[in-house]
């Protein structure tokens, strides 16, 4: 069992299993924003430790990418699964009379999730033989990663429910065919860490998925289309949710209406199915980057979603934190650039 890091501040993450390399710029992201001098130990490529003074739970509600979480408990060979499983003291951290279930993600090829599962129930038990198992209402879940030959133990009392389904695009009351899904306009959101209570600006808001997502984690929005279809499209499906926002604004992106935002998060329009007034989408680019200089401060971030097709140049005040690429169809591959403004 390693125990290098102090146990009170050690918190476990599982990524999603998307092949790319958006789940682990996210959690760096989120864990950015709730703690920078959080100390991230990649122990497989869907499995992190982290050591940072934060709830886990923040990531967990935020995070598109991020599958579970929680309080790390203990690491061990799966050879010395059933010791390390029968003597570890879960009294320590889960309350004697509390609901809890077992939960085994098995990144392995061998079938060992019910033994597992059924192992720590057990072990849970003998320890608190007052605590109660419930599926359905948990107070706490205890969370089980087999991975190479690894048992990772971990502890939560949060159960992901991020409502992508309820949110679909054909589920709104406004659509077009250029909508972003909720998955990835979350991640965008998290990308260019902003935090709960500040402004996230998003200039080519179309249907407004950005903003949904945004508004959805306690940010407050700003939206601009030079669309005025689109900006009434954008209010309706805001009021669908119940959300509010600072206000969505028919204006030309390329002349921004705002004097200051916290961070942005936009997709250029690109395509037959998009709107850009006759520019092209390399000019729509540069000039918008040229524009963000005026409102986005020092130190904050700008992510933009673009066609990988276009080359990214004339950056000015901002310097490129990470790239990303998103595989859509044969013609069509997004990059997603997060911006620093230096």
Same mark, same amino acid.
């Given at each position: 069992?390693?125990?290098?890091?102090?146990?009170?501040?050690?918190?476990?993450?599982?990524?999603?299993?998307?092949?790319?390399?958006?789940?682990?710029?996210?959690?760096?992201?989120? #864990?950015?924003?709730?703690?920078?001098?959080?100390?991230?130990?990649?122990? !497989?490529?869907?499995?992190?430790?982290?050591?940072?003074?934060? /709830? &886990?739970?923040?990531?967990?509600?935020?995070?598109?990418?991020?599958?579970?979480? @929680? $309080?790390?408990?203990?690491?061990? *060979?799966?050879?010395?699964?059933?010791?390390?499983?029968?003597? =570890?003291?879960?009294?320590?951290?889960?309350?004697?009379? #509390?609901?809890?279930?077992?939960?085994?993600?098995?990144?392995? !090829?061998?079938?060992?999730?019910?033994?597992?599962?059924?192992?720590?129930?057990?072990?849970?038990?003998?320890? $608190?033989?007052?605590?109660? #198992?419930?599926?359905?209402? +948990?107070?706490?879940?205890?969370?089980?990663?087999?991975?190479?030959?690894?048992?990772?133990?971990?502890?939560?009392?949060?159960?992901?429910?991020?409502?992508?389904?309820?949110?679909? +695009?054909?589920?709104?009351?406004?659509?077009?065919? /250029?909508?972003?899904? &909720?998955?990835?306009?979350?991640?965008?959101?998290?990308?260019?860490?902003?935090?709960?209570?500040?402004?996230?600006?998003? +200039?080519?808001?179309?249907?407004?998925?950005?903003?949904?997502?945004?508004?959805?984690?306690?940010?407050?929005?700003?939206?601009?289309?030079? /669309?005025?279809?689109?900006?009434? @499209?954008?209010?309706?499906?805001?009021?669908?949710? @119940?959300?509010?926002?600072? @206000?969505?604004?028919?204006?030309?992106?390329?002349?921004? +209406?705002?004097?200051?935002?916290?961070?942005?998060?936009?997709?250029?329009?690109?395509?037959?199915?998009? /709107?850009?007034?006759?520019?092209?989408? *390399?000019?729509?680019?540069?000039?918008?980057?040229?524009?963000?200089?005026?409102?986005?401060?020092?130190?904050?971030?700008?992510?933009?979603?673009? &066609?990988?097709?276009?080359?990214?140049?004339?950056?000015?005040? =901002?310097?490129?934190?990470?790239?990303?690429?998103?595989?859509?169809?044969?013609?069509?591959?997004?990059? #997603?650039?997060?911006?620093?403004?230096?």
């Amino acid at each position: 069992m390693e125990t290098s890091l102090p146990e009170s501040r050690r918190k476990f993450f599982l990524l999603s299993g998307e092949r790319s390399t958006l789940p682990q710029a996210e959690l760096r992201a989120l #864990v950015e924003v709730y703690d920078c001098k959080a100390r991230l130990e990649k122990i !497989h490529n869907r499995v992190f430790i982290v050591e940072g003074r934060f /709830s &886990p739970d923040a990531i967990l509600k935020r995070g598109a990418y991020i599958n579970a979480g @929680g $309080l790390f408990l203990s690491h061990c *060979k799966m050879e010395d699964m059933e010791r390390n499983i029968n003597s =570890f003291a879960f009294e320590n951290f889960i309350e004697g009379s #509390v609901a809890f279930s077992a939960s085994v993600y098995n990144l392995s !090829h061998e079938p060992l999730s019910e033994k597992v599962e059924v192992m720590v129930g057990s072990a849970v038990k003998r320890r $608190l033989p007052n605590a109660r #198992v419930s599926l359905k209402k +948990p107070q706490k879940i205890v969370i089980g990663i087999i991975f190479e030959n690894n048992l990772l133990i971990g502890v939560s009392d949060y159960m992901s429910k991020k409502g992508w389904g309820s949110r679909r +695009p054909r589920t709104r009351p406004f659509f077009h065919p /250029s909508v972003l899904y &909720p998955k990835f306009a979350r991640v965008l959101v998290n990308l260019s860490r902003v935090r709960e209570g500040e402004v996230l600006l998003d +200039p080519f808001c179309g249907t407004g998925s950005i903003l949904i997502e945004a508004s959805l984690i306690g940010t407050k929005t700003v939206g601009i289309d030079i /669309s005025m279809k689109m900006c009434r @499209g954008t209010m309706y499906n805001l009021r669908h949710y @119940g959300l509010e926002t600072l @206000g969505v604004i028919n204006s030309d992106s390329l002349r921004l +209406p705002v004097r200051h935002t916290d961070a942005m998060a936009t997709d250029i329009p690109y395509g037959r199915c998009s /709107s850009s007034k006759g520019l092209k989408t *390399k000019d729509l680019l540069k000039e918008l980057i040229s524009q963000a200089r005026d409102v986005v401060p020092r130190g904050r971030y700008c992510v933009i979603v673009y &066609p990988k097709a276009i080359e990214l140049d004339s950056l000015e005040s =901002f310097n490129v934190k990470e790239d990303h690429e998103v595989y859509v169809h044969r013609k069509l591959t997004r990059a #997603v650039t997060v911006l620093v403004r230096r």
